[in-house]
């Protein structure tokens, strides 16, 4: 078996020979056998997979000398620089959230968020402002400009955990959990300075996560008891109220996404919830990821696509083309090593998806990437 980069610099660039005249880059073709790339990966251990619109191919990745450390959220930078971030903590030691770092040929490196050292949840890019964002517990936010340079921390005004963080349009927005009055949530129109927002809740509701359309916002999360909520913005995230649950959604909402014409949400029990302007939501079955949920989801708000990180390994990806309502795998399986490790966060940076994840078969944690273009 072989895999096609189809001129793509970014990939192996040493393996792309220039185009002659009147020749584009695009029309170049180099083909690998698959076996031959992972017998050249085998003595460092893991790998990046690349995921292109044949197969997956791989290229060296990194590994991180401690079961501990976890991968938590991932972004890739819209604004097209070519690299993707990932951020996890090192939670055996308490010492260092990590930031995870590929470069545009899809090396990665490992460095810590100066500041001390708290659980990431959430990572965004706000393109408008070039601030990369990270949220995460005790009401953390730290921002850098996106070539990831020193970390600021941010005054968000509390100490409650913010699990979700979202930018769109120089607008970026991170929530979390309940603050005694209503949801913990603050909103930013620099990437620097953020001001309380009010989204309703009781005592022990949460948001998990939040996407956007542009001035449409939403987010889900869950109730204290465990039932699905979900809210509205149609300001841009300055005024949020609650959206009807429809009756099929019984479950807390932990993946959302925006596939460039509908919102769709995803239960922890895999039951899905469709809604093209945020506030009418329909409910249908979830993909079969072996075990209800998903670990992630993201969506290519290009060509429409979502794509969902099974819960189980070994049992490929789902992806749907209509926003949710239908569900068939991916018509080309990644790579062996890809699937029988688990991924836990994925993105679209507006050309490719990336994943990242922790490979718990072994005493070392990994972290990989797989872009793809148009499936």
Not at 5 to 25: C, H, M, N, Q, Y
Not at 94 to 106: I, P, Y
Not at 229 to 254: N, Y
Not at 270 to 297: K, L, N
Request: aromatic share 8%.
């Amino acid at each position: 078996m072989t895999t096609d980069f189809a001129g793509d610099p970014d990939v192996f660039p040493a393996l792309i020979t220039a185009p002659s005249d009147g020749e584009s880059r695009a029309a170049v073709s180099v083909q690998i056998p698959l076996e031959q790339l992972a017998d050249r990966t085998a003595a460092i251990g893991r790998n990046i997979g690349i995921l292109s619109a044949k197969n997956w191919t791989l290229s060296p990745r990194i590994s991180v000398p401690n079961a501990s450390r976890i991968v938590t959220a991932i972004a890739g930078n819209p604004g097209g620089n070519g690299r993707w971030y990932a951020v996890g903590l090192d939670s055996g030691l308490g010492s260092a959230t990590l930031l995870f770092t590929s470069r545009a040929d899809g090396i990665w490196a490992t460095s810590s968020l100066a500041g001390g050292a708290f659980d990431a949840r959430g990572i965004t890019f706000d393109v408008v402002n070039d601030e990369m964002i990270v949220c995460g517990d005790g009401g953390t936010i730290r921002t850098s400009t996106a070539a990831a340079g020193a970390f600021t921390n941010r005054a968000t005004g509390g100490a409650f955990d913010l699990l979700a963080v979202h930018a769109n349009s120089g607008v970026t927005v991170a929530a979390g959990k309940h603050d005694g009055a209503d949801i913990f949530a603050v909103r930013s129109t620099d990437g620097q300075t953020y001001s309380a927002i009010s989204i309703p809740g009781s005592a022990g509701d949460q948001v998990n996560k939040i996407a956007s359309s542009g001035t449409t916002w939403v987010a889900v999360g869950q109730a204290s008891g465990g039932g699905p909520l979900i809210w509205q913005s149609v300001d841009s995230g300055v005024t949020w109220l609650p959206a009807a649950i429809p009756v099929g959604i019984t479950d807390e909402l932990i993946h959302l996404t925006w596939n460039g014409k509908v919102f769709t949400a995803m239960g922890d029990n895999g039951q899905i919830g469709v809604a093209p302007d945020g506030a009418t939501w329909s409910d249908y079955a979830g993909p079969a990821s072996g075990g209800g949920s998903a670990r992630g989801m993201a969506a290519d708000y290009i060509n429409n696509i979502i794509l969902v990180i099974p819960i189980s390994v070994g049992i490929g990806f789902p992806m749907s083309l209509d926003g949710g309502i239908t569900w068939t795998n991916l018509p080309h399986s990644p790579h062996p090593q890809a699937l029988n490790s688990p991924m836990e966060a994925i993105t679209f940076d507006g050309t490719c998806f990336a994943m990242a994840g922790n490979d718990s078969a072994s005493s070392l944690d990994f972290i990989y990437g797989a872009q793809s273009m148009v499936l």
